[in-house]
């Protein structure tokens, strides 16, 4: 494919200038200035064939402003950041400049307004996931995860910002702190502290919600039951006997969102334990499955048409899995592969990365070495188009891909296990 010039795409016309906030003058890591920083950029994306859609579409450049720019610019030029980390595989490109552009977004994060918080919350989870599990990622999210936090527990911010602020804690602390039991712990307990205010009182009242707080609740439930995957059976007896019962108060909630996030929760705690005791039982599992069923078959008339829907089938899923310990399985294909989403431990991991990247999330899937080693996909597959692959059965590569999420899912835990002292 020949070069993509300007002409092709307007946005390949902005002034250099607009890349990654740079003033005249500042350089990056390689101590490239700001038009020379621009140009490896160009050169990048009309070097890349398949990012030739990208561009078309006004998403392939990175732009980003700092400080003396207007809010809506700088907003621009994270969403251009989002569109570019999702949907393409930018590993070498960015690991040369990844304390650049998360100082960019730690300004963003520090001194932006709502819109502009959540925004780079959202590119710094994505930048993590493009970086993988390495010291990069790990070493970016010990630089933000204080402002990250400071946002999350402010409750003067905007709950957009601090939705967002949550999903990239859980995001970031999942990708990047594999090493690191004492980032876990902390990361948890925070999450903890924004969900559990949505928990029953003494009396076995839930609280009456405040404006778009079941939204923060949601996100940070999301985000706490993407760590748990990662916690040692120690842990998790600890957070099985705390949160069970009153996340089973919580199925009442007046919030349809966070009702479902509830039940989802609810079932991979379950799946969790019986994974640790094959004898794992839940407390007043009758009561449990009594107000399931109520979920599953809502008729209330007070509730939309598509929300009473989403409901009952997610419900009739938990329930089915509570009672007779089965799930519903899922087939996502990309490419030529497929995964298969057999869990509840598989499928809340699945929706992690499909919340931040969207419909990108396959194309990470087909290229992202750290997507295909947590789902046991091994290496991206090289394919000459002129060469059709040689099929395996559809029970075949369903059985690779669950033995193999499951024992990286083992190892993951060994390693918890080893640091169980700082649990």
């Known amino acids: 494919m020949s070069l993509i010039s ?29 038009d020379e920083l621009m140009s490896d950029v160009l050169s990048h994306y009309s070097s890349t064939s398949e990012t030739a859609s990208v561009l078309e579409d006004g998403t392939g450049l990175i732009t ?69 599990g390495g010291d990069e990622s790990e070493e970016g999210f010990k630089m933000l995860r204080p402002i990250l936090t400071a946002i999350l527990i402010d409750s003067s911010a905007s709950i957009a910002a601090r939705q967002s602020c949550a999903r990239a804690l859980g995001m970031c602390c999942y990708v990047s702190a594999a090493e690191d039991g004492e980032d876990l712990i902390k990361s948890l307990a925070l999450l903890e502290n924004v969900f559990m205010s949505s928990y029953p009182n003494r009396e076995g009242t839930l609280p009456t919600p405040k404006p778009g707080s079941p939204g923060l609740h949601n996100a940070a439930l999301q985000a706490w039951s993407l ?12 957070l099985l006997d705390l949160h069970l019962p009153k996340l089973q108060a919580c199925l ?21 334990g019986r994974d640790i005791d094959e004898e794992f039982e839940v407390e007043d599992s009758e009561g449990l499955c009594r107000c399931l069923k109520g979920l599953a078959t809502d008729g209330n008339k007070h509730r939309a048409k598509n929300d009473r829907r989403k409901q009952r089938s997610i419900f009739r899923e938990v329930l089915h899995y509570i009672e007779n310990e089965d799930f519903t399985e899922e087939r996502i294909r990309f490419g030529v592969e497929s995964v298969y989403i057999d869990s509840w431990m598989r499928r809340r991991i699945y929706d992690a990365f499909k919340e931040i990247m969207e419909s990108g999330v396959r194309h990470h899937l087909q290229f992202n070495p750290l997507l295909r080693d947590i789902f046991g996909l091994g290496p991206p597959l090289i394919l000459d188009a002129a060469v059709k692959v040689n099929k395996i059965s559809r029970f075949e590569k369903h059985l690779f891909n669950s033995a193999a999420f499951k024992a990286r899912t083992k190892q993951r835990s060994k390693v918890r296990d080893k640091r169980a002292d700082v649990m």
């Open 6 to 34: 300007p002409s092709v795409c307007p946005v390949l016309t902005i002034s250099p200038s607009l890349f990654l906030g740079m003033k005249n003058g500042v350089k990056g890591e390689s101590g490239a200035s700001d």
């Open 64 to 132: 980003f402003i700092l400080d003396n720019s207007p809010g809506t610019t700088r907003l621009a030029g994270l969403e251009s950041l989002r569109q570019a980390f999702s949907s393409k595989m930018l590993y070498d490109f960015l690991t040369e400049r990844r304390l650049t552009i998360s100082d960019c977004l730690e300004r963003s994060l520090k001194k932006g307004g709502a819109e502009e918080q959540a925004a780079a919350a959202t590119v710094f989870a994505l930048l993590c996931i493009q970086l993988g």
């Open 227 to 238: 760590l748990v995957t990662l916690c040692p059976a120690s842990r998790l007896t600890v």
């Open 252 to 272: 009442e909630s007046s919030d349809v969102n966070y009702r479902i996030t509830v039940g989802e929760t609810i079932a991979l705690l379950v799946e969790l």
